[in-house]
């Protein structure tokens, strides 16, 4: 089966688990791990897919949703003639129609956030409390959820802006965070080697430097004290990310404390493209050297076949030093990924929730973050960002004007054989400190 044949049957996959969780409402928990030792393999965020469906795709498995929604209403609407106060036709006004209001409280338009609301409704409507439904509309439960994630507002301030008890507005919360990271994981994963093609010619346009098929990085997420005390002082997160800032990949859960090398290795990212599976092309050749598809990233990673890295000590107006330079513009897009993140209310402080709550966060932020850029809203997406430290330096104004840095198009390339030469002859990982 190739690659279209796949993606079309993951396409109505999707499509027929949607509906059928809409006609049979289950009670499935959502699967977070907590352990964060880097040799788990098994325990990091589930949000790697191998197949990332096009934006035609998911329009064909979700089109049915919104209509069989308001059906959905329509019969409830009928078959309960006296619905009761949690309806909220009172949380109406709590929705602001204003268009600057709306971006400041929920990191998006108020055309996405109709579209989310219609898109979401019946699977965030289908798992109330069997003997406590809460009756509240789909526009209030994600306003709810967005309202917690934009702002980081604790449950006292969101339950009285919604005009909802604190457990229900915690209900929802988790349960929007619940229905993004269990049904609609799919807005998160790695392209199809024909995908690949744009990726790589991307980035090529951009820097100069053929067959980069992704840039990868790490960050940490602050987790408050009563999380520390199990988990320590934050949460790792590793992204991979296109030349535009979506997410290809991400795994959250370890520990903070765990080295970016050590959390990779224990990746299914690693194991993936280790294995064949990801990254499996054609090599192009440069200089007769053989250059496989791969990922850039920063120092804190050694040189590999698939992941190329930064010259150690360049020589100053020499070709490795114009390489770096091209290196840190084509990283510029997950520094823009994790700012942008780090914006959203609950992840730009120490996250207070237990520790799997924290990672559902940043899995939800991080699918949200890919749909805004699907839909073309760039609320959320930081576009200047101050003191990110990337390979020790800092990017105190990160928006590098190309003009700054000579990147001739030769030059680069036969630098970036000489990186792969270097690697294809150990055949091992390598400390760059030590390269010689």
Excluded at 34 to 56: D, E, I, R
Excluded at 153 to 178: G, H, L, N
Excluded at 304 to 311: E, G, S
Excluded at 363 to 389: K, P, Q, W
């Amino acid at each position: 089966m190739d690659s279209r044949e796949l993606a079309a049957f993951l396409s109505s996959l999707t499509s027929q688990l949607l509906l059928t969780l809409l006609l049979f409402p289950s009670s499935i928990p959502l699967q977070i791990p907590t352990n964060s030792n880097p040799n788990s393999h098994g325990n990091t965020f589930p949000l790697l897919l191998h197949h990332f469906l096009s934006t035609s795709d998911l329009a064909a498995s979700l089109s049915l949703l919104p209509l069989l929604s308001r059906k959905r209403k329509r019969q409830q609407q009928t078959n309960d003639p006296n619905p009761q106060l949690g309806q909220l036709h009172r949380a109406d006004p709590v929705i602001p129609r204003d268009p600057d209001a709306f971006k400041l409280l929920f990191r998006m338009s108020s055309s996405t956030f109709e579209w989310l609301a219609s898109l979401l409704e019946p699977l965030l409507e289908c798992r109330d409390p069997v003997d406590s439904p809460l009756d509240l509309p789909a526009e209030a439960r994600l306003g709810i959820g967005l309202f917690r994630l934009s702002t980081g507002a604790d449950y006292p301030e969101v339950s009285t802006r919604f005009q909802v008890s604190d457990s229900v507005a915690k209900f929802c919360v988790k349960q929007f965070c619940r229905v993004l990271c269990t049904n609609f994981r799919f807005w998160v994963g790695f392209p199809t080697p024909s995908e690949l093609d744009g990726v790589s010619s991307a980035f090529e346009s951009i820097s100069g430097i053929p067959n980069c098929c992704g840039v990868i990085g790490c960050t940490r997420f602050r987790i408050a004290r009563k999380a520390e005390e199990v988990r320590g002082s934050s949460i790792a997160a590793q992204i991979v990310v296109d030349s535009s800032s979506r997410i290809l990949s991400i795994v959250a859960g370890f520990g903070g404390n765990n080295g970016d090398w050590a959390i990779l290795k224990s990746s299914s990212l690693y194991k993936d493209i280790e294995s064949g599976s990801l990254l499996d092309s054609p090599p192009i050749y440069i200089n007769g050297v053989s250059v496989p598809q791969y990922l850039v990233g920063d120092r804190n990673y050694p040189l590999l076949p698939w992941l190329i890295t930064p010259f150690p000590d360049p020589v100053s107006g020499r070709n490795e030093e114009n390489f770096n330079a091209a290196l840190n513009l084509m990283r510029l897009p997950v520094i823009r990924t994790i700012a942008s993140l780090k914006n959203w209310g609950v992840l730009n402080k120490p996250i207070e929730a237990e520790f799997k709550t924290a990672v559902a966060y940043i899995g939800a932020c991080s699918i949200l973050h890919n749909v805004l850029l699907m839909r073309e809203d760039y609320s959320s997406l930081c576009n200047e960002f101050v003191d990110y430290t990337v390979d020790d330096q800092v990017y105190r104004d990160a928006n590098f004007e190309e003009n700054s840095v000579e990147l001739k198009g030769s030059v680069i390339r036969s630098a970036l054989a000489t990186r792969a030469k270097v690697v294809s002859k150990s055949g091992q990982p390598m400390d760059l400190g030590n390269e010689g």
